[in-house]
């Protein structure tokens, strides 16, 4: 019908001249009967009103009224039913949905985990991120599937992201690895979040740095949309490309559209390239670079954003408009276009109505404007761009200011909302308004054109007008239009207009960090009361007044030993935990509890080599010793009564009972029972057989009882057997039990053997009892013997003997525990001897009687002892503090003399004189700890021993020892303990020297006996 009508209008127009309206009039007559036969639809087609005459600026207030924010989703909020999807057009920020609470791992949950969607369609690309308001440094491009970590000048480097674009088929290994058995949310293989762009963001935990929950900002670049002109699918942010892709709409996966349905002829390409060419030219700014005309972005949210609304506020962010005819949209967007009809005052219908408003009340004007937009510098909070003043309008307008107010939420560049600021407040000048009717060769002229008029009656010449509304009568075919006053100058732009853009967030001079300086840190023994050196430390001292010192200790290989915090340290504090003997530590420091401080530089310190004592194994030890084997025995004992309880709670014969009392009202029950029984005298013979079988709709039982006894003058034996078996629909049970009982006078003995499984939905038992007791007068033993099984995750083996309330045994117990399995081996007993069969008798290698172990050979690797009694010892390398020894308590000719030279990581060179009458030997222990980075020629880490005529001569070499390296990039380490001896004839004086060779010397000591032949 549309087609038929234009194709009706070109005949028309085609066959009669521009100024000759009354033939054409005439010959539209036949065109309007028909156009009656239309009806209302019919006639909707050509009454278009396409809007109202009024300057951008109150349109946009217009649709300001319906409702526009000016910023973007502020909090991240959590998914759940009421949520709706959303997606980036363009560039724009959001907050996120959460997709579960955050969550926490690692030592003391210092590992805070954010997971975060961002776009529930694939292709979004994240360009920044932002914590707490700060945008966040990054060490490498947020690519998909990578993580990258936060510069150490941001945030300190805790801050890790990972992005995925919604390419993913797996679920991030990170997080499977990390919650995968988290109780509360289990991140497992099915959460892969398909199709969905999302972030990983991961905080390690610093006082100092986050005082609470980090709150998040995104930037993202949207959805990749087609480009009509090229063909191509790429990411844009040009606003005429994003209103173009609203209009044709979106489809989503699960078959849901959000947005038109226009299709590609209901938006000419001619006049969408036009706009989007204009989005696209080139504009100079003042720091020599260029950017876009108009750019823009939008968080779309499908069940709340209307595709309306999102257009108006992109047509906003350009001074832009959009208009439909007949199906086909029209969009303007910045400067006016060329002409598209010349007029004159003989083009105009003389006796239709015309109406003429040549200036705006003051209600209507403006003179002051102030402009609101998202800014992607300060986190996407709303910024307020500098207000536009014009005195110049302010004088005309009777020194009034009038100023208005416009957010322009899908503009986040600030540069382009200086210069659509600026077309705003020329446009708004353009008062002349006019409303008269045209002939019909006029009616082609597209919504949003521009005419140009030159009239002798208002004196314009050549004056350009936009058509903003048209209504076509059908009667007649007359064109009715309402026009506004437009000028291309309104919206030229120079480097001369661009105002300084502010960065939203005020300059603070950033506070001088306190540093703690001068600060002495060096190893220190612990002594005891005796003053004898017990345990290796750290002291800290020369510190100023302060209320606390916050440190921390790495090792040589750049591992955190330790961390804590000292308060009321007064002048000196000790730092004990994690510190061993022997051992090289990095040292930092800083003011507790103060936000303007930062770490000190890293303090080295080599700790003296206190090694435990005969005092150090102390009663507390040996209580704690004692405290495990009772804690493993009564858990052994505990697992044998459970397992003896288990049994007991079953209560078979009563589940049977009321088994058979309900089947036999509700389902069907066989028995049958056999007896035999022999008497004679008062002796007696019974023999019971019972057999039952019981159905129910959803159960089933069998049982069979075995019951034999023989008694003779209060002297009696017995034996009974039980078989159950037992099925339901959330359980299935077996059990026998057997017992046996012999009795007389008060003398009896009893075996008792019980076997039970039983399977459920969530739980199943396997478990073996055997319990023989026997009993004389008060006097009873009992051997219980237990093997259970339970859930899967828990076994017990054990036997046990109480012996009138004393009670030995052993046992073994293995149990699944948080994910792994703990095993212990107990034994309960007086005695413990381990022996073996040697030729014709047995031998012991190992007994524990009375509290004491008795080895008979024994190979120990390592051994702290606080007292020793030794018979005979024989040592191959013997270490003895110095001073330790009083040699005045040795007998002559034995070890006279102990050197040592211990401490750094120098040379050390001890000078022996013979002042003996006989040579004398001297055993030379070195202990040493070098290493060596390799480059393209080969190193050595290790030591030489040297017996100098001079000292440093380095002649005479007894030992050479430690690790080559070939080169290209092996390292070369070598730490131990070298022994070697040498003579030195009387009278002569002689040099021991080590040296230590390697770029890294972490330990190089010598110690010298010196002994007599």
């Known amino acids: 019908m549309k087609n038929l009508l234009f ?335 010349f007029l004159t005052d003989d083009d105009l219908i003389v006796d239709a109505p015309m109406s003429l408003t040549p200036f705006a009340g003051l209600a209507d004007s403006m003179n002051s404007l102030t ?60 008062d002349v308004l006019h409303s008269f009717t045209l002939p019909p060769d006029f009616a082609h002229l597209s919504p949003l054109s521009v005419v140009s008029w030159t009239s002798e009656h208002n004196q314009y010449d050549g004056k350009h007008f936009s058509i903003e509304k048209k209504v076509i009568h059908p009667h007649d075919l007359l064109a009715s239009v309402e026009v506004r006053e437009v000028d291309p100058a309104d919206h030229s732009w120079s480097t001369d207009d661009e105002l300084p853009v502010p960065d939203g967030v005020t300059q603070l001079t950033p506070p001088v960090l306190f540093i703690l300086n001068g600060v002495r840190v060096a190893p220190v023994d612990i002594l005891d009361s005796d003053g004898n050196p017990r345990r290796a430390a750290i002291e800290v001292s020369q510190i100023p007044i302060v209320e606390g010192i916050e440190w921390r200790v790495f090792d040589f290989a750049g591992t955190r030993i330790a961390d804590g915090v000292a308060m009321d340290v007064g002048d000196t504090f000790l730092i004990t935990q994690g510190i061993l003997p022997g051992h090289t530590y990095f040292v930092s420091l800083r003011v507790a509890d103060e936000v303007n401080v930062d770490w000190s530089a890293w303090y080295e310190v080599n700790t003296n080599d206190v090694r435990l004592g005969p005092d150090d194994l102390s009663e507390e030890v040996w209580q704690y010793v004692d405290g495990v084997a009772v804690s493993a025995l009564n858990d052994f004992n505990g697992n044998m009564t459970y397992a003896l309880e288990k049994l007991a709670q079953v209560d078979l014969e009563n589940r049977v009972s009321g088994f058979l009392e309900t089947a036999r009202i509700e389902g069907e029950v066989n028995e049958k029972t056999e007896a035999l029984s022999s008497e004679m005298d008062g002796v007696r013979a019974d023999l019971v057989q019972n057999y039952i079988t019981a159905a129910m709709q959803d159960s089933a039982l069998a049982m069979l009882r075995t019951s034999l006894t023989a008694e003779i003058d209060g002297v009696s034996a017995s034996l009974s057997t039980s078989y159950y078996t037992i099925a339901q629909v959330n359980s299935a049970i077996s059990a026998a039990r057997t017992s046996l009982r012999s009795e007389i006078a008060g003398v009896s003995a009893t075996l008792n053997a019980d076997y039970y499984t039983i399977a459920q939905t969530n739980s199943a038992i396997s478990a073996a009892t055997t319990s023989v007791t026997s009993t004389l007068d008060n006097l009873t033993t009992t051997v219980n013997q237990v093997q259970s099984s339970v859930d899967g995750v828990k076994g017990t083996y054990g036997v046990q003997v109480n012996n009138n309330g004393v009670v ?171 022994v070697v001896t040498t003579t030195i004839n009387p009278g002569i004086t002689r040099y021991i020297s080590v040296y230590p060779e390697g770029r890294v010397v972490r330990r190089c000591d010598m110690i010298i006996f010196q002994r007599q032949r």
């Not at 600021?421 to 353009?430: F, L, N, V």
């Open 7 to 341: 194709a009706a209008l070109v005949y028309l127009l085609a066959s009669s001249g521009p100024a000759d309206a009354a033939p054409v009039i005439a010959a539209f007559q036949a065109v309007a009967a028909f156009v009656g036969t239309l009806g209302v639809v019919g006639s909707a087609l050509l009454q278009l009103a396409i809007g109202s005459a009024m300057s951008m600026i109150a349109k946009s207030k217009l649709r300001k009224a319906q409702g526009q924010n000016s910023g973007i989703q502020t909090e991240v909020t959590l998914t759940g039913g009421t949520n709706s999807e959303s997606f980036i057009l363009g560039y724009y920020g959001t907050a996120g949905t959460w997709v579960c609470p955050p969550l926490s791992r690692g030592d003391r949950l210092k590992v805070l985990t954010y997971v975060i969607d961002l776009a529930g369609m694939p292709g979004h690309s994240l360009e920044d991120v932002f914590v707490n308001g700060e945008k966040l440094k990054l060490d490498g491009k947020i690519k998909h599937g990578k993580t990258v970590t936060s510069k150490p000048d941001s945030f300190k480097g805790l801050v890790t992201v990972t992005y995925f674009d919604g390419s993913q088929t797996k679920a991030p290994v990170m997080m499977q690895r990390n919650y995968g058995t988290d109780p509360d949310f289990p991140w497992t293989a099915e959460m892969v979040g398909r199709g969905r762009c999302y972030v990983i963001v991961e905080f390690t935990h610093d006082a100092k740095v986050f005082s609470g929950l980090p709150r998040m900002r995104f930037g993202l670049r949207g959805l990749p949309l087609l480009d009509p002109r090229v063909g191509e699918v790429m990411q844009f942010d040009n606003l005429a490309l994003l209103a173009y892709s609203v209009l044709r709409g979106f489809e989503f996966p699960d078959g849901t559209r959000w947005g038109g349905e226009a299709s590609l002829a209901d938006l000419p390409l001619s006049v969408w390239s036009a706009a989007m060419n204009e989005a696209d030219r080139l504009i100079a700014t003042k720091d020599e670079n260029e950017e876009p005309q108009f750019r823009g972005g939008f968080e779309i949210k499908i069940a709340e954003t209307e595709p309306a609304e999102v257009l108006e506020r992109f047509m906003d962010a350009c001074t832009g408009d959009l208009a439909e005819e007949g199906g086909t949209w029209y969009v303007r967007m910045g400067a006016p276009q060329v002409p598209s009809a």
């Open 808 to 978: 030995t045994g052993f046992g073994l117990v293995s149990e699944l525990i948080n994910g792994s399995v703990s095993t212990t081996f107990t034994v309960q007993a007086d005695r413990f001897v381990v022996a073996s069969s040697s030729g014709g008798g047995a031998v012991s290698p190992f007994l524990i009687s009375g509290g004491k172990v008795y080895i008979r050979d024994a190979v120990i690797r390592n051994a702290s002892i606080s007292s020793a009694k030794i018979k005979a010892l024989a040592v191959d390398t013997l270490h003895i503090k110095g001073k330790a020894v009083d040699t005045r308590q040795i007998a002559e000719n034995a070890a006279t003399t102990f050197y040592e030279a211990t401490g750094g990581t120098g040379y050390k060179r001890i000078q022996i004189r013979n002042i003996h009458d006989e040579p004398i030997t001297l055993i030379i222990q070195v202990l040493y700890d070098c290493q060596d980075d390799s480059g393209s020629a080969a190193r050595f880490a290790g030591v030489k021993i040297y017996k100098e005529q001079t000292a440093g001569g380095k002649n005479n070499l007894l030992s050479s020892v430690g690790d080559g390296s070939t080169g290209d990039g092996e390292v070369a380490a070598a730490d131990g303990t070298e």
């Open 371 to 430: 402009l609101k937009y998202p800014n992607p510098a300060i986190a996407w909070e709303v910024s307020e761009a500098e207000r536009i003043l014009r005195p110049e309008l302010e004088a005309q307008h009777e020194g009034r200011r009038l100023s208005e107010d416009l957010s322009l939420s899908a503009c986040p560049f600030p540069l382009q909302v200086q210069r659509v600021g600026k077309a705003y407040i020329e446009d708004a000048q353009r």
